[in-house]
């Protein structure tokens, strides 16, 4: 059974930084594409970072590039997402989210081309 598990979340000052991990589990090999959105409430939910992990190319999103980057630990099973300069304004719930095949045609930040979700994790970054 495919399952993703975040960790790495909580509390920090404007200009900190945090590493989240999201370790996958199911797929039957690396070739699977991961993606981190972050929503609050009453708003979409946004797409922040994009990594197709069999070829490791990425994409981040405008709001977060330079700041945010995401990887792949292939040995651990986990995608990261290392959040750095963090601003008030990045305070949300993290989702890691994974499928194992994306069209060419797919924007990487459209959440319903994500079958695999974990629970979230909360970020919050004070002035």
């Known amino acids: 059974q495919l399952q993703l598990v975040e960790s790495g979340g909580g509390s920090v000052q404007a200009g900190g930084s945090l590493r989240l991990s999201c370790a996958v589990s199911g797929f039957t090999d690396n070739r699977y594409h991961s993606a981190w959105f972050r929503q609050v409430p009453g708003k979409e939910r946004e797409g922040v970072a994009y990594?197709?992990?069999?070829?490791?190319?990425?994409y981040v999103a405008d709001s977060v590039k330079g700041r945010f980057t995401i990887s792949q630990d292939n040995a651990k099973n986990t995608v990261y997402l290392q959040m750095n300069g963090l601003r008030p304004e990045d305070t949300a719930v993290y989702y890691c989210?994974?499928?194992?095949?994306?069209?060419?045609?797919?924007?990487?930040?459209?959440?319903?081309?994500?079958?695999?979700w974990g629970q979230g994790t909360q970020v919050t970054v004070s002035p």
């Open positions: 989210a994974a499928v194992s095949a994306l069209k060419a045609s797919n924007w990487v930040f459209n959440s319903r081309n994500y079958a695999y």
């Open positions: 990594i197709n992990v069999g070829a490791g190319t990425t």
